[in-house]
């Protein structure tokens, strides 16, 4: 004679990184299936969700263990919605019973109601920069302004792991760069906007911050999103381009070029955009090393190299050098 069946207890984990009542097919035939459905917190999001797709949530704190294994056997099924924490006190319960070896356990499963998409623990990131920005007195007190600097040295930083092929510092500089946009973009959400400030002006959000490059993206890759064709990587650069200078309505190719940014950079970046123009352009003459300077800068760009790269990786290797000689 067969034993009866133990009965099954179904452990649905949810994510809090997908919208509720975002559930996976395998999912929703389980709850819609079981004999009961438990859920140990009454503020579960799943829960509004479960109960206008007909499924009835019975809420236990401090689910007694011994009963559900007893209402389990002979082949029942229950399905526990467990919180973001997991229900230890349930699960600790019934690894007591287990270990106790006097109890017929039901057969447990771990089912995932719902995946993490990619990018979902920027979900997180956000919630983490709400609450630093509410309760930590230097975050607070923060502006764009106060905090421009740190941009540019982060950025540097980032431009210094990836020359040095450090993955760990690439991965943790990336990070720190991302957290300036998130931490201005919070700013945003507060600071009034500025005396003259042109457009709307109002506050935006890290979603606005989002919307706003996923548009941009899209109107310049039509070769991607759209009909139009670009089989190399130049004519995708002379299509990017066209389409920046049509949106900004630009008159020079000169526009949008920062001039704050290292003078190398600067001086590469110009003769970019009168190459790509088409522009012929003479080169500046007069005293001292400038226009020298501007002519390798120049120079250098036309043969495919970033000056600054270069000439920041002799500075690199004349540091090296000079720590030799010192005896490093």
């Known amino acids: 004679m067969n034993a009866p069946s133990p009965g099954r207890l ?134 764009h302004q106060g905090l421009a600097k740190y941009a540019m040295e982060e950025a540097f930083e980032l431009i210094e792991a990836i020359e040095d092929g450090d993955r760990d510092a690439l991965r943790e500089e990336l990070g720190d760069v991302l957290l300036q946009v998130v931490f201005h973009a919070r700013i945003a959400e507060d600071e009034p906007p500025a005396a003259g400030d042109e457009g709307d002006g109002g506050p935006f959000s890290i979603d606005d911050v989002a919307a706003t490059l996923i548009d941009k993206l899209v109107r310049r890759h039509p070769h991607v999103f759209g009909d139009a064709v670009a089989e190399t990587p130049e004519e995708v650069r002379a299509q990017w381009l066209r389409v920046k200078g049509e949106e900004k309505e630009r008159t020079s190719v000169t526009d949008g070029v920062p001039v704050a940014q290292p003078a190398l950079a600067l001086a590469a970046k110009l003769a970019s955009r009168a190459r790509a123009a088409g ?50």
Do not use: K
């Not at 401090?62 to 209402?71: E, I, N, R, S, Y």
């Open 10 to 143: 179904v452990l649905l984990t949810t994510s809090h990184r997908v919208a509720p009542g975002q559930l996976s097919w395998p999912a929703w035939q389980a709850l819609h299936g079981a004999d009961r459905v438990l859920c140990a917190d009454p503020a579960h999001p799943q829960l509004p969700y479960l109960r206008e797709a007909g499924v009835e949530v019975e809420i236990a704190a401090t689910p007694d263990a011994a009963g559900l294994v007893d209402f389990l056997a002979g082949g029942r099924t229950a399905v526990l919605v467990q919180s973001g924490e997991g229900d230890r006190r349930l699960t600790d319960a019934l690894s007591r019973l287990a270990g106790s070896g006097r109890v017929a356990m039901p057969d447990l499963e771990l089912l995932p109601g719902a995946y993490d998409l990619p990018g979902a623990r920027l979900v997180d990131l956000v919630q983490v920069m709400d609450r630093i920005r509410e309760e930590c007195p230097w975050s607070a007190r923060q502006t």
């Open 279 to 328: 522009l012929r352009v003479p080169l500046p003459e007069g005293p001292g090393p400038g226009p020298a300077l501007l002519a390798l800068a120049v120079e250098a760009e036309r043969q495919g190299s970033d000056p600054e790269s270069a000439l920041r990786e002799s500075a690199r290797r004349y540091r090296e050098a000079i720590r030799a000689a010192e005896g490093h």
